[in-house]
């Protein structure tokens, strides 16, 4: 049974642990009741390089918002094939989508940060939750350097809001540190990483960056930063 005074100890345990030590403590131990929810980022592309060679029919999920890149679809390939696995693709349920289009317009997201946040919400947040709803622990690929709204991750905590441990393999992890993993494994990642787009999401609310921006500032670039984050890693 998960639940928070599990993830204080799993945390206490297994916090100096190496990424590929704590997958391989968590993936057995709870089968299809743990997932990766993959964005198709670096740092996910990493955890399902690691997770396929632990435990190949261990559970990968990402999710479709109708808005990605083609790179992106394409990338769900190239690590199926690579990895002989099946990334599940959860979609969103068309009736919210089309009561907030139909409500709003196709691009409404730029008006406001509410309604940015209603089209996460209905495009990502929904299908999420509901992949969610089928685990008990749930792995991320956060690191704490990667946002001023991530700095306090552990590698395990709690997630209250969900009822459900979430593990952060990659807590302590550098950009370097993923780039080297990704190297010298040949990870498959997406082409856009070495166009200026350090964090890709949707093409619509995603820019390329300038040298020595934040990573996170091509993400949502019209909002200030601590309002950065679709909901996903409510805190
Ligand atoms: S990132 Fe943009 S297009 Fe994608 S769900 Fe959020 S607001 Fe909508």
């Not at 403590?25 to 390089?49: C, H, M, W």
């Not at 905590?157 to 979430?166: F, S, T, V």
Request: a neutral charge; hydrophobic letters at 35%; aromatic letters at 8%.
């Amino acid at each position: 049974m998960a639940n928070e005074e599990l993830a204080k100890q799993l945390n206490e345990s297994l916090k100096d642990s190496t990424p590929e030590e704590i997958l391989a403590y968590f993936l057995p131990k709870y089968n299809d009741r743990i997932a990766l929810a993959s964005s198709l980022g670096l740092e996910d592309q990493v955890l399902t390089a690691m997770i396929a060679k632990i435990k190949k029919d261990a559970r990968v999920f990402t999710i479709d918002t109708g808005r990605l890149f083609p790179e992106c679809y394409q990338l769900i390939d190239r690590t199926n094939d690579k990895y002989d696995i099946k990334i599940e693709v959860y979609s969103p349920e068309h009736t919210g989508v089309e009561k907030y289009v139909r409500e709003n317009g196709v691009n409404a997201f730029y008006q406001s940060i509410e309604k940015r946040k209603a089209c996460c919400h209905c495009r990502k947040i929904e299908p999420l939750l509901r992949a969610l709803s089928t685990l008990d622990v749930w792995i991320c690929g956060l690191r704490a350097s990667q946002a001023v709204t991530r700095t306090n991750i552990s590698v395990v905590e709690w997630d209250a809001n969900n009822g459900l441990i979430k593990v952060n393999p990659l807590a302590k992890w550098s950009e370097e540190d993923v780039w080297k993993y990704i190297k010298e494994n040949r990870v498959p990642y997406n082409k856009l990483h070495d166009q200026g787009f350090p964090s890709i999401g949707c093409q619509p609310c995603t820019r390329a960056i300038d040298p020595g921006e934040d990573i996170r500032a091509g993400r949502w670039w019209w909002e200030d930063p601590e309002h950065k984050e679709c909901g996903l890693h409510k805190r």
